[in-house]
């Protein structure tokens, strides 16, 4: 069964630096979201990207953010200079043009310290 | 905004022992309600979606009900791989991104 994927699993960074978060998306979907998840917390949204454009984004998605699909199977989340409290579990997801489930990967566990 | 609040926070059951949880939410215009199983240190697994008050929806164990309000997922004779948090998440109608909004989840421990 196709599934979404995600690397790395973990990543360890020290605050200040940038770090991209890679997502293979299950091949036929078009639309793409990132959410978070704070330990302990709520699964939050961050963004929504469609047609090569963000569809919506939450006010947790600043200028520190962003998303790219450079090719034809990856989309990606960049931290451009990572705080503390940017230590999550991030998670990608993706849907098929019909129907509105969102299917998620495994997550990666985003650590700053 | 859009809000769901789940309940209980936790529940620990005995295998066999039945028992239902509840997302309660309040969305403008709902498009549909979600539920989700998450595994710890997992992605959320889809389950169900629901669309219209009075909609139900199986899957093994597991039985899905919606109202204007809220939504109950029961679980019937549960063994201990039914242990996990149960997501619920709504998806406003308005969302130009279909974004989904998730409650706090209910941890589900079945014991043997």
């Known amino acids: 069964e196709p599934e979404v994927t995600q690397t790395p699993s973990h990543q360890v960074t020290q605050m200040g630096q940038e770090v991209i978060l890679r997502c293979v998306p299950i091949?036929?979907?078009?639309?793409f979201y990132w959410y978070r998840q704070i330990l302990g917390q709520k699964v939050e949204f961050l963004v929504s990207?469609?047609?090569?454009?963000?569809?919506?984004k939450s006010e947790i998605f600043d200028d520190q953010f962003s998303v790219e699909r450079p090719d034809g199977s990856n989309f990606t989340l960049k931290i451009r200079s990572t705080k503390l409290e940017d230590s999550a579990m991030y998670f990608c997801?993706?849907?098929?043009?019909?129907?509105?489930?969102?299917?998620f990967g495994p997550g990666t566990r985003l650590t700053v310290t | 905004e859009d809000q769901v609040t789940q309940s209980p926070e936790a529940l620990r059951l005995q295998e066999g022992e039945s028992s239902s949880l509840n997302c309660s939410y309040t969305?403008?215009?709902?498009?549909?309600l979600f539920w989700y199983r998450q595994d710890p240190g997992k992605g959320p697994e889809f389950l169900f979606t629901l669309y219209s008050a009075g909609e139900e929806k199986e899957k093994e164990r597991l039985k899905a009900t919606l109202t204007k309000k809220e939504s109950f997922l029961h679980i019937t004779a549960p063994k201990p791989e039914d242990s996990a948090t149960y997501l619920c998440a709504v998806q406003n109608i308005k969302a130009a991104g279909n974004k989904l909004t998730f409650g706090g989840g209910t941890r589900v421990l079945v014991k043997p």
């Open positions: 997801a993706s849907r098929l043009p019909t129907g509105y489930e969102q299917y």
């Open positions: 990207f469609y047609n090569n454009e963000i569809s919506e």
């Open positions: 969305v403008s215009g709902l498009r549909g």
């Open positions: 091949s036929n979907h078009l639309y």
